[in-house]
Structures are given as C-alpha cells and as structure tokens.
T-cell receptor, first 114, second 113 residues
Framework: QKEVEQNSGPLSVPEGAIASLNCTYSDRVSQSFFWYRQYSGKSPELIMSIYSNGDKEDGRFTAQLNKASQYVSLLIRDSQPSDSATYLCAVNPFNSNSGYALNFGKGTSLLVTP | EAGVAQSPRYKIIEKRQSVAFWCNPISGHATLYWYQQILGQGPKLLIQFQNNGVVDDSQLPKDRFSAERLKGVDSTLKIQPAKLEDSAVYLC???????????FGQGTRLTVV
C-alpha cells in the first residue's frame, strides 16, 4: 500500500498568521497531488491541485510540490477562523490498474484562533 | 452544475442486516468512486468504475460488499451482512474521464449497532 503521511495535529495558528500543512508520499511515480478541506461532519472539498514542481497560488492558498523529496505542502495566508478544518492530502499513484483513484492521508486538523 | 448526489444521508442498522447506498455522479463524469471514511482517518477507496466497468475493486471486502453501476450513470453500494466495523461515512465521488480531480457527494453516515 502506497503511503501518504500527514501530521494529524492539531495545528493551532492565530488569526492572520500563515498556516503551513505538510505531506509526504512514498510512491515516486505519483503524478498529481491535491488538497481537500473537510469541515467536521461534511465531505471533502477540493481546494488545490498541483501537477508539477514548484508553487501554485490561488487566492490565500499556495500549494508547493517537490517531487525529488516526495513532499507537498499547503500554505494558507491570512488564516481565518473559517479555515479551521481538517486538510487532507491526496496523491494519484497513476497506473494502468487504478487509473486516477486518489490515495489519501489521514489529514491534519487546523485550528485558527481569533 | 449539480454536484454528486447521495442518499440516504444517515442510516442506522443492526449488525447482520443489509443496507444499500445510492449515488448519482456529476453529469458527464465517466469515473465514479466509492470511498469509506472511518472517523479520524482519510477516505479509503473501495471501488472505482469507469463508465459501467470496474477499474479497481482490490480493497472491496467482496464477501460482504457489492457495487454496481448500471448504464454507466447511477451506482449502488450494498453491504450484506453488516458488521460493527462497517460503521463509517460512505463517500461517492466522480471525475471526468481522463481527469484526476475528484468531487465528493455529501456522504452517507452508517452506524451499525
């Protein structure tokens, strides 16, 4: 089973600060990487996707990918209490058998305090 | 664009009973996934369909779980008989053919007592 590792947290940051969430993966042939946000009692919501090394920015969110280090991260700038949720890292270990099925980490719980 | 629809939202059954969940994917999405999410864990893939064919069911406990996707649109997931450890949220997701971005429905929370 290919592993996707995340620190379960909780990660606590003050409102307005930068939250940094990290994820490592074991399958070197992984092609695409995703961050999902999951509020308590709700389903995962796709917030970022990244496919190539480097940074990708979308509003207050920046995803960073380093395939050589097998590492992907999510930065949330100007964190708001509404960002408090569990953030799931998902990796696509594409192969001819599984197609695009995502392999998820256990998630990191983020708490943004006012 | 309507999202992934699932029903029911909640279900409570006794162990050894059977239960079925229904999913309607986003219109035009060829790929459909069923995931199981146990409290405190990330979603785990149970089965993946491409149109009405099974792509991957390697983690589906086939002695008690079954799934079908007739006509390549709606899908049902069945558990028979249920065990206590099946208590989880069952998530349906869909994606465009050839695209990895998956979008989730609201899920069905199953409690087995």
């Amino acid at each position: 089973q290919k592993e996707v590792e995340q620190n379960s947290g909780p990660l606590s940051v003050p409102e307005g600060a930068i939250a940094s969430l990290n994820c490592t993966y074991s399958d070197r042939v992984s092609q695409s990487f995703f961050w999902y946000r999951q509020y308590s009692g709700k389903s995962p919501e796709l917030i970022m996707s990244i496919y190539s090394n480097g940074d990708k920015e979308d509003g207050r969110f920046t995803a960073q990918l380093n395939k050589a280090s097998q590492y992907v991260s999510l930065l949330i700038r100007d964190s708001q209490p509404s960002d408090s949720a569990t953030y799931l890292c998902a990796v696509n270990p594409f192969n001819s058998n599984s197609g695009y099925a995502l392999n998820f980490g256990k998630g990191t719980s983020l708490l943004v305090t006012p | 664009e309507a999202g992934v629809a699932q029903s029911p939202r909640y279900k409570i059954i006794e162990k050894r009973q059977s239960v079925a969940f229904w999913c309607n994917p986003i219109s035009g999405h060829a790929t459909l996934y069923w995931y199981q999410q146990i409290l405190g864990q990330g979603p785990k893939l149970l089965i993946q369909f491409q149109n009405n064919g099974v792509v991957d069911d390697s983690q589906l406990p086939k002695d008690r779980f079954s799934a079908e996707r007739l006509k390549g649109v709606d899908s049902t997931l069945k558990i028979q008989p249920a065990k206590l450890e099946d208590s989880a949220v069952y998530l349906c997701a869909s994606s465009r053919q050839g695209g990895p971005e998956a979008f989730f429905g609201q899920g069905t929370r199953l409690t087995v007592v």
